[in-house]
């Protein structure tokens, strides 16, 4: 799964903040077996971004890991949907 920034004339920018722009963004799902010989898989999340300005260093890692526990979550009810 991969995705990028778009610019959409519904959403402008608003001075005085700045947008950042997502050059490229995917999450890698590589199968793997558990220690306990359950299937499973490896996420990798990778993210090229320019933040388009200065933001407190909480905010940045908050949302990298709020994206991330939303798309475990999903991949958690695929599973329970398609196995």
């Given at each position: 799964?991969?995705?990028?920034?778009?610019?959409?004339p519904?959403?402008?920018?608003r001075p005085p903040a700045?947008?950042?722009h997502?050059?490229?963004?995917?999450?890698?799902?590589?199968?793997?077996?558990?220690d306990?010989?359950?299937?499973?898989?490896?996420?990798?999340?990778?993210?090229?971004?320019?933040?388009?300005?200065?933001i407190?260093?909480r905010?940045?890692y908050?949302?990298?890991?709020?994206?991330?526990?939303?798309v475990l979550?999903?991949?958690k009810?695929?599973?329970?949907?398609f196995l």
């Amino acid at each position: 799964m991969s995705y990028l920034s778009v610019e959409h004339p519904n959403v402008p920018e608003r001075p005085p903040a700045t947008r950042g722009h997502i050059h490229f963004a995917c999450f890698d799902c590589t199968p793997q077996r558990s220690d306990s010989g359950d299937d499973g898989f490896v996420v990798r999340y990778l993210c090229q971004a320019d933040i388009g300005g200065s933001i407190p260093t909480r905010l940045l890692y908050n949302g990298s890991l709020d994206n991330m526990e939303k798309v475990l979550k999903a991949f958690k009810q695929a599973k329970k949907l398609f196995l």
